[in-house]
């Protein structure tokens, strides 16, 4: 059995209220959460990404999606941050050695999501563990620093926190849920047209309408579907550049 620390997951659903005047800059300042990408163009577009490390949608969003994102146009222009919503004591326990030491932050979202397939199968709880604390190691966490963090009351408190915060202000129940300029979509293929579409259209106005259907929030999807929105996504930018 994975020996982690105790989630209160019943008070983040019992403490559910929609609030809906809630800017997402306010919760952005608020918490104070910095941006993984801050861009210094005059135009931009702010990203924010509801994630679980133990979501296989939010492991294709990163392993597929995002890589192609980020070798377009628009990926200069965007603003992006993620937020931790944990969905299990896995995920908790990866969410606290991502947010042990901002320098690694980003690289270690990488390290988990590339592993995604070899760490969610592991037999065992410690095995887990093993794996998701050398992911840190490796990229110059000291052991030290780690057992510190998986002891900081605060840090959980923060993370748990936080993720009560997207339930109530948002309305996050699933993952990944992203607010792009403060609309909530939900599920990888959605969030990455809509995300083309929106910057298309903030930074470089279209002369024709986006497809009827990209503002259908989906959940649930296979991961085969979830890949495809990567050709989607191509699509977007290819007109985001006409």
């Known amino acids: 059995m994975l020996k982690l620390i105790l989630i209160p ?14 800017e997402y800059q306010n919760f952005l ?3 104070k959460i910095a941006p993984l990408v801050k861009s210094d163009a005059d135009k931009t577009v702010d990203i924010i990404e509801f994630s679980s490390f133990s979501c296989s949608y939010c492991a294709a969003f990163h392993n597929e999606t995002l890589k192609e994102i980020k070798e377009s146009d628009v990926y200069k222009n965007i603003n992006y941050y993620i937020v931790d919503y944990p969905l299990n004591q896995a995920a908790f326990y990866a969410s606290i050695i991502a947010n042990c030491n901002s320098e690694i932050r980003s690289s270690y979202t990488n390290s988990v999501y590339e592993n995604y397939d070899i760490w969610t199968k592991s037999e065992t709880g410690e095995e887990i563990i093993e794996l998701l604390n050398n992911y840190g190691l490796q990229l110059g966490l000291e052991d030290e620093q780690l057992q510190s963090c998986l002891k900081d009351e605060n840090l959980q408190n923060n993370l748990l926190s936080l993720q009560v915060a997207a339930q109530s202000n948002f309305g996050v129940e699933s993952t990944p849920t992203f607010l792009i300029d403060g609309e909530k979509f939900q599920g990888n293929r959605p969030a990455c047209t809509k995300l083309c579409v929106q910057s298309s259209q903030k930074l470089k106005p279209m002369s024709r309408g986006p497809p009827q259907d990209i503002q259908r929030p989906v959940s649930l999807r ?4 979830s890949a495809r929105c ?7 930018m290819c007109t985001a550049r006409q």
Do not use: P, V
């Not at 296979?222 to 579907?225: L, Q, T």
């Open 9 to 22: 997951f019943f008070f983040i659903i019992a403490s559910f209220s929609q609030a809906k005047e809630y």
């Open 29 to 31: 300042s608020d918490n």
């Open 222 to 225: 296979s991961r085969s579907e």
């Open 230 to 236: 990567g050709r989607t996504a191509s699509l977007f």
